[in-house]
C-alpha cells in the first residue's frame, strides 16, 4: 500500500510529541520520510537529497526557539521549502509577449499535449489578454498533426497558417512570422514537431527555427505522468534549444508531481502551467502550494498541524491531571490552567458559558480577577525559579520578596496567589480520593 508523507510523518510525530522538542536527531528521522516520499513522488534523487539539506539547515536553525510544536515546524518547513523552491521568482502566467508579434515556440516528445496545449495557450491569450494569435503546425512529419491544430483553431476561434504542403518547418515558420506581421497579430505559436524520442534531427530542426524567429518564449511541453523521463527531456531541451518554461501536462491524472520540483531544480526554469484535462479551457497557471501539497500527499497540512499540537496539549493534560490526584499540583500546572483560561476567554468568560454562573461572573469581575489578573498571576509564577515552581512549599520571606520584585509587584499579590494554590490542591486532593478514573474521563473530554 502506498504510504502518503503525512502517514509517515505521524509516526514520527507521535514520537516528537512525547519529547516535546526538535533535536537534530529528530529533524533528521523525519527528514529521512520526507526524503522516501519525494522519491514516491518521482523527484530525482539528487534533487531530493539536496532538497532534504537545505530544509535540514532551516529546520535545524529554528529548533530551539519553537520548541513546542516540532511536528508543526518540520512540516511546514518541508512544504515551505517545497513552494519556495517551485515559485522561483517569475510570475507563471505572465508570458513575454509585448513587442509584437510575438512569437512562441512549443517545443516537446510527440505525444506530450503539445498541440493540445498550443491551442489551450491560444485560448487563454485570446480570452483572457485579449490578444490576436495566430497558430503554424511545423509538423511536416504528420500531416495529421497539421490538421489537428485547424480543426483547434477552429475549435477556438483562432487564426491558423494555411497549409502548405512540401515546405520545410524553418520555411513554415518564416511565413508564419511574415504573415503575423502584415495581418497585425499579436502573437504567433509555432507548434514544432514531436518524436517519439530525442533526436538529433529533431533538435537540429527545433535550434533552426529558433535561430529564424528568435522566439519570446520557448515552452517546453511534458507529460506530468512520465516522471523522471520528464525531467530528462527538459534537461536535454534546455541544454540544445534552451527553454523559458515548462507546461506539465495530464496533471489530472493521478501522477504525483515530483516531476516539476526535479525540472524546476534541474533546469532552473519555471513551470508555467499546467494541463488538467482534453478540453480546451483545462490550463491553468501553475500554483507551487497545490503540487506541493501533491507531492508531500498532504491535501490538508493545517489539519496534520492541528492533530499533532493536540495530541501535544492531551498528553500535557493528561500528565498534570495525573499528578493532581496525586496531589502533586504544582505551579507549573497552575501556570497552565491560567494560561489555558486566558485562551478560553478569561474567567468570566468561562463562567458566562456555564449555566447558572453568571451570578459569580459578576462576583469575579468585582474581584478584578479578569484577564489583567491572570497575566499578573503568571507573571510572578515566571518569576520563580524551576525548583521553586515545582515545590511552592520552599516559598520562604526572603524568596516571596525576589519574586515579587522580580515581577513588579507585592508580596501580597503572591500570597493570595499561593492561597489560591493551596485552595486548588486540596480540593483537588479530595476530588482525587472521590474517584480518579471518573475525573480523569471527565478531564479528557
Ligand atoms: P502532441 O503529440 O504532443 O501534440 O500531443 P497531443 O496534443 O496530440 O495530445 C495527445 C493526447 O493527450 C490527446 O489525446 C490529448 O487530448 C491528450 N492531452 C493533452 N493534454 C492533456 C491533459 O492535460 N490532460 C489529459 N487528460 N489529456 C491531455
Known amino acids: 500500500m502506498f504510504e502518503n508523507l503525512s502517514e509517515r510523518l505521524s509516526g514520527v510525530f507521535d514520537r516528537l510529541t512525547k519529547q516535546g522538542a526538535l533535536s537534530e536527531e529528530d529533524v533528521k ?5 520526507v526524503r522516501v516520499a519525494l522519491l514516491e513522488a518521482d ?15 532551516q529546520a535545524t536553525g529554528q529548533a530551539v526557539t519553537k520548541s513546542i510544536t516540532p511536528g508543526q515546524q518540520v512540516v511546514k518547513i518541508v512544504h515551505d521549502t517545497l513552494v519556495e523552491v517551485l515559485r522561483g ?3 507563471p502566467g505572465v508570458l513575454k509577449i509585448d513587442n509584437p508579434p510575438a512569437p512562441i515556440l512549443m517545443v516537446g516528445l510527440q505525444g506530450s499535449g503539445k498541440t493540445t496545449t498550443t491551442g489551450k495557450l491560444a485560448k487563454r491569450l485570446k480570452e483572457k489578454e485579449g490578444k490576436k494569435v495566430l497558430m503554424a503546425s511545423l509538423d ?16 477556438v476561434g483562432v487564426d491558423t497558417l494555411p497549409i502548405v504542403p512540401g515546405q520545410k518547418p524553418v520555411d513554415i515558420a518564416k511565413r508564419a512570422k511574415q504573415q503575423a506581421t502584415l495581418g497585425g497579430y499579436d502573437v504567433y505559436m509555432l507548434d514544432t514537431a514531436g518524436r517519439l524520442h530525442i533526436d538529433e534531427v529533431l533538435m ?12 519570446r518564449e520557448t515552452l517546453l511541453v511534458v507529460d506530468g505522468l512520465t516522471g523522471q523521463v520528464a525531467v530528462e527531456v527538459a534537461e536535454e531541451f534546455e541544454a540544445k534549444v534552451g527553454i523559458s518554461g515548462v507546461v506539465l501536462t495530464r496533471m489530472d491524472g ?17 513551470i508555467r502551467f499546467v494541463g488538467l484535462g482534453e478540453k480546451m479551457d483545462a490550463l491553468e497557471t501553475f500554483e507551487p502550494d497545490r503540487i506541493a501539497g501533491r507531492i508531500l500527499g498532504m491535501g490538508d497540512i493545517v489539519a496534520l498541524v492541528e492533530k499533532a ?4 496539549e492531551m498528553e500535557q493534560t493528561e500528565r498534570m491531571m495525573k499528578r493532581m490526584v496525586k496531589g502533586q499540583f504544582n505551579m507549573n500546572d497552575l501556570k497552565m490552567q491560567l494560561e489555558q483560561m486566558i485562551q478560553m476567554g478569561g474567567m468570566q468568560g468561562m463562567m458566562g458559558m456555564m449555566p447558572g454562573m453568571g451570578k459569580m461572573a459578576k462576583q469575579v469581575e468585582e474581584a478584578g480577577m479578569d484577564d489583567k489578573v491572570l497575566k499578573r498571576q503568571i507573571a510572578l509564577i515566571q518569576s520563580m525559579t524551576k525548583r521553586e515552581r515545582a515545590n511552592p512549599q520552599l516559598l520562604q520571606a526572603s524568596r516571596k520578596k525576589r519574586i515579587a520584585a522580580g515581577s513588579g509587584m507585592e508580596v501580597s499579590d503572591l500570597n493570595k496567589l499561593l492561597k489560591m494554590h493551596r485552595q486548588m490542591s486540596d480540593m483537588m486532593k479530595k476530588m482525587g480520593k472521590m474517584g480518579k478514573g471518573k475525573m480523569l474521563k471527565q478531564a479528557m473530554k
Open 43 to 57: 523527484v530525482s534523487l539528487p534533487v531530493a537529497r539536496e532538497f532534504v539539506k537545505k530544509v535540514q539547515d
Open 204 to 215: 537540429g530542426e527545433v535550434e533552426q527555427v529558433r535561430n529564424a524567429v528568435d522566439p
Open 89 to 91: 521568482e517569475e510570475d
Open 29 to 33: 528521522t523525519a527528514l529521512r520520510e
Open 309 to 312: 499540537q493536540e495530541t501535544m
Open 140 to 155: 511536416v512529419y504528420r500531416p495529421a498533426a497539421m490538421d489537428q491544430l485547424a480543426v483547434l483553431g477552429t475549435q
Open 254 to 270: 493521478d501522477g504525483r508531481g515530483g516531476a516539476a520540483l526535479s525540472m524546476r531544480a534541474v533546469t532552473g526554469k519555471p
